[in-house]
């Protein structure tokens, strides 16, 4: 898995808009990347509710949040516009970025998914803070006060 310390890797990947994101485009701004298993699930659809709602928060400090999984964009399209959220998701269907990111796979009922990882990145592109088996309730609220520790050190 990438650690504490390592650059983000480079990537380019469609939004749910079919956007070429690429990381270049969050130049001098955190990001927050969350990596979650599938589109229009119970727990992914709360830990994006959580992100939309805080997404002005983040604003304030300079930090950008997107949302990957390897869904495609339509999927990506069709979650967004149910909940209505305020993020972009980024859509990873040759799953390029979820293996550099190492977050690894779990299986359930016979599909394998992503596991729920979420990552900090500082304005220099490298990785400050690892959660791992995210619990999606409250998870959005646990990194902005662990960016704003962040950028009080900083």
């Known amino acids: 898995m990438l650690e504490v310390g390592q650059k983000f890797p480079h990537f380019e990947l469609p939004n749910q808009d079919n956007h070429l994101t690429k990381l270049e ?6 990001l927050v990347v969350f990596v979650y298993p599938k589109d229009d699930t119970p727990g992914c659809t709360l830990e994006g509710k959580g992100f939309s709602a805080t997404k002005k928060n983040f604003d304030q400090m300079n930090t950008q949040i997107i949302g990957l ?21 980024l859509a990873d269907t040759q ?27 500082d ?10 088996n995210v619990q999606p309730e409250g998870h959005d609220q646990a990194v902005l006060s662990d960016i704003k520790q962040m ?4």
């Open 25 to 30: 485009d969050f130049a001098n701004k955190w």
């Open 69 to 89: 999984s390897a869904d495609d964009v339509a999927s990506h399209k069709s979650f967004c516009t149910k909940f209505e959220f305020t993020i972009p998701l």
């Open 95 to 121: 799953k390029k970025l979820l293996t550099a990111l190492g977050s690894g796979q779990s299986e359930y009922k016979g599909t394998l998914y992503w596991n729920r990882t979420t990552f900090i990145v």
């Open 123 to 132: 304005p220099k592109g490298t990785v400050r803070k690892v959660y791992s």
């Open 151 to 154: 950028q009080s050190i900083s």
